[in-house]
Nanobody
Framework: QVQLVESGGGLVQAGGSMRLSCTASGDTLRSYAMGWFRQAPGKEREYVAAIGGRGFVATHAESVEGRFTISRDNVENTVTLQMNSLKPEDTAQYYC??????????????????WGRGTQVTVSS
């Protein structure tokens, strides 16, 4: 079983940057593909990015492509989401999640076994 804890959220002005971290415990992180999702009030949970177990393959949603970057450190058991050029529409609760096998990246939240509790990101205009 994996426990995931997100950190790094907060308030930032539009155009600014923020770095989210997800720290895992309880199992070897490299066994899992990792994803970031977000959910704004009144909206469905939305895929943001995913990365394979070894960190060589990553995908990003079209809405964040070129602005956000997912990465991972399997030694430190962390996954990071670097967010640049933030927009007010990026405001949401951000969640990290883990799925298996580690070689398959998916945008479907139902495929993820473990979830963190989320961290709030608010972008002011």
């Amino acid at each position: 079983q994996v426990q995931l804890v997100e950190s790094g959220g907060g308030l930032v002005q539009a155009g600014g940057s923020m770095r989210l971290s997800c720290t895992a415990s309880g199992d070897t992180l490299r066994s899992y593909a990792m994803g970031w999702f977000r959910q704004a009030p009144g909206k469905e949970r939305e895929y943001v990015a995913a990365i394979g177990g070894r960190g060589f393959v990553a995908t990003h949603a079209e809405s964040v492509e070129g602005r956000f970057t997912i990465s991972r450190d399997n030694v430190e058991n962390t996954v990071t989401l670097q967010m640049n050029s933030l927009k007010p529409e990026d405001t949401a609760q951000y969640y990290c999640a883990a799925s298996r096998p580690s070689s398959i990246l998916t945008k479907d939240p139902a495929a993820y076994e473990y979830w963190g509790r989320g961290t709030q990101v608010t972008v002011s205009s």
